[in-house]
């Protein structure tokens, strides 16, 4: 069938309209004219696979990546630069418009413009991959949009090129290291995934192995060897995750090597961090997105989700914060953190946002939301509005949780009335469809 694509989608697929209803199309851009197959048709929509472009967006391109078209991290490397910040600013205003209900022509979100990311190759700081066993050896690389296909590769675009040369001795050694791959299908294996962190600005590393079994002594010498091979590595660890599912990293993580942590630069500050924790893949648009977020608080501030400190050094030179983390070991290093960078007036804080805020008591001019992408519990929301600060600045990596949150800040039936003042999207992640989203909001009087 031929298909005319209006717009993306969140998972970076062309939607198309028939009297049949809605198609997504991946691979297809909007404004292009496309000869499509339909290879999954449910009630109300249906997938189809690109056969062929009848008319090609003017702003397409060839994909850099020798797997684009099989691995599926990045979903916009066929489209020109400057047309992936404009779909993702598109992306914001559909998820304001379709879920939160607002009006795009509002003050607040005129103008509503994705900022770029200072570099589009080469810019992440950390990256996962799974480990699985292909033609009977272990081998890591990345899954196959929307499979657990593993796609084998020597180095990856988007990665920093500390990451692509760590990885390309690592996939050599794989094999010597006699550990079994991990299998989805049985939930069962030794060697689940290799995780690899730089700091950019620093030149450390971090290398770690994560095991979904205990290992004998003979596989730790194996591992142990590692340190000789890998030389420039600052820290070698082991993680322990010992479930089943989905999720990378379990609970408990040894260190082989060095002190388990390594160390990162965001403007005058230093930043350490570990295996599990997180800090954000895109040194440099990060610290462009925490000046930005700097600029919008004011006075004393509630900052929720504070991880390991970073975008509280930028909000103690506003005033004193209160820096609130569920994780208690990246509570831990945010208090090391902030005593290495000589910062006094911060007090940290830790447990689940929602309960921490049913304790505290004082007024704050601003609460600082950043929290993961399923967005904030309603407590946490409904407890800012009590709180009734100046104003709220809420930090996203999701539109649709966003939107969704915003809808409940910005009610007109609560007693402390906001409204959105500006909102700004930063590309954290290019050649990706995903987008991190920058909203004040200040309240009505």
């Known amino acids: 069938m031929e298909l005319k694509i209006e717009k993306m989608s969140s998972d970076g697929s062309g939607i198309a309209r028939t009297e049949e209803g809605v198609v997504f199309v991946p691979g297809a851009l909007p404004e292009e004219t496309v000869e499509a197959e339909v290879v999954v048709r449910k009630k109300d929509f249906a997938v189809a696979r690109l056969v062929a472009l009848k008319e090609a967006h003017p702003r397409r391109i060839a994909p850099a990546c020798p797997v684009f078209e099989s691995c599926g991290s990045c979903q916009l490397q066929h489209a020109e630069y400057g047309l992936q910040t404009e779909l993702k600013a598109g992306l914001v205003r559909d998820a304001l418009a379709r879920i939160g209900g607002f009006d795009l022509r509002e003050e607040g979100f005129s ?23 292909i033609r009977g050896k272990p081998v890591a690389g990345f899954y196959q949009a929307g499979s657990h296909r593993l796609v084998q590769l020597e180095s990856c675009p ?23 791959a991990w299998s989805d299908r049985e939930m069962k294996g030794t060697l689940r995934h290799i995780v690899l962190r730089a700091g950019l600005h620093t030149g450390e590393t971090l290398f770690s192995l994560v095991v979904g079994s205990r290992l004998d002594t003979a596989k730790m010498k194996k591992i142990a060897s590692l340190s000789g091979i890998l030389k420039n590595v600052t820290t070698l660890t082991l993680n322990h995750n010992l479930r089943p599912g989905n999720v990378i990293l379990g609970e408990r993580t040894e260190v082989l090597r060095g002190d388990g942590l390594i160390s990162e630069r965001l403007d005058g500050w230093t930043l350490r ?13 990060s610290i462009r997105l925490y000046r930005h977020v700097q600029g919008l608080a004011a006075g004393k501030t509630l900052e929720l989700y504070s991880g390991v400190g970073s975008m509280t050094c930028y909000l103690s030179e506003v005033g004193f914060v ?33 309960d921490v805020m049913t304790d505290l008591t004082g007024e704050y001019d601003s609460v600082v939301l950043d929290p993961p992408r399923s967005g904030c519990e309603r407590r ?8 009734a600060p100046e104003r709220i600045v809420y930090v996203s990596c999701n539109p649709s949780t966003l939107a969704r949150d915003l809808k409940i800040l910005t009610d007109g039936e609560k007693k402390t009335k906001y409204t959105v003042k500006s909102i700004r999207a930063f590309d954290m992640f290019p050649q990706t469809v ?11 009087r």
């Open 158 to 180: 988007v990665n920093a090129a500390p990451l692509n040369r760590h990885f390309g001795v690592l996939q050599r050694e794989l094999p010597k290291l006699g550990m079994d």
């Open 111 to 133: 103008g509503l413009e994705c900022a770029p990311s200072p570099q589009i190759w080469g810019y992440r700081n950390k990256a996962s991959f799974p480990v699985r066993k």
């Open 322 to 354: 209160t820096a609130v983390e569920e994780w208690r070991g990246a509570v831990g290093l945010m208090k090391k953190n902030l005593e290495d960078n000589g910062i006094g007036n911060v007090r940290a804080l830790c447990g689940r946002a929602e």
């Open 380 to 387: 946490v929301l409904d407890k800012t509005g009590e709180f």
């Open 273 to 285: 961090y570990d295996t599990e924790s997180f800090f954000q893949v895109n040194t440099d648009q």
């Open 434 to 444: 995903h987008v991190e989203t920058v909203v004040l909001l200040e309240r009505r």
